[in-house]
C-alpha cells in the first residue's frame, strides 16, 4: 500500500483472499477507510467478473462461487474503465511479468477491458515465481508481482 500506484489510485480492484493466497483483508478494509473505491470481482456463470463496488466488508460480501467471498448482485456494477489499480491473485508467476491463474481465465478476459495503462498487480509468494510460466496469446502482462521478499516491476524491464 506504500507504492505510488496505490496512492495514486481512486478506485481499486482487489480480491478478497481464499485459501492459501496472500491476506488481503486489511489492504481491502484500509482501502475503504483512505476513501478510496474498493472494486471486487464476482465470478459470474459465463466466466466474466463482474466488477461490484463494496462499502462494508460485512454488510456487503457473501460466499460466491468457490466458496470465494464475494460482493452481492444486489450492488452496483462499475465501469472496468473507472479502475485505477488493479490487484489479482494468481497460482504461479515469473520474472517476465507472466502469471498462471486458476484456470478460469476470469481475469485474462478482464483485463482486456481495463484502460491500457491500469497497473494490474499480481500479489503472491516467493515460492510461487518460477522460470516460466505456461502462457497463452490471450495472457495479460502484469505490472508488478509484489511477494513477501520483494517488488518485481516489469515496467522498468521494458514489459507491460
Not at 496512492?7 to 484500509?30: G, I, K, P, S, Y
Not at 482501502?31 to 459465463?46: D, E, F
Not at 452496483?76 to 488493479?86: A, F, Q, R, T, Y
Request: proline share 7%; aromatic share 8%; net charge negative.
Amino acid at each position: 500500500m506504500d507504492l505510488p500506484e496505490f496512492h495514486l489510485a481512486q478506485t481499486v480492484m482487489l480480491f478478497l483472499n481464499f485459501r492459501d493466497e496472500v491476506e488481503t483483508t486489511a489492504m481491502a478494509e484500509a482501502t475503504i477507510a483512505g476513501k478510496k473505491k474498493l472494486v471486487l470481482p464476482r465470478c459470474s456463470p459465463h466466466g466474466i467478473l463482474l466488477p461490484i463496488e463494496v462499502r462494508d466488508l460485512i454488510q456487503d460480501i457473501e460466499p460466491g462461487t468457490y466458496g470465494i467471498r464475494e460482493p452481492k448482485l444486489t450492488l452496483g456494477l462499475l465501469e472496468p474503465s473507472e479502475i485505477d489499480l488493479m490487484i489479482v491473485p494468481g497460482s504461479g508467476f515469473d520474472l517476465q511479468g507472466n502469471r498462471l491463474g486458476y484456470g478460469g481465465g476470469y481475469y485474462d478476459r478482464f483485463f482486456m477491458l481495463l484502460n491500457p495503462l491500469t497497473p494490474r498487480i499480481a500479489l503472491g509468494f516467493e515460492c510461487q515465481v518460477i522460470e516460466q510460466v505456461p502462457i497463452d496469446k490471450h495472457d495479460a502482462i502484469m505490472t508488478m508481482l509484489i511477494t513477501e521478499k520483494k517488488v518485481y516491476n516489469f515496467t522498468t524491464l521494458g514489459i507491460q
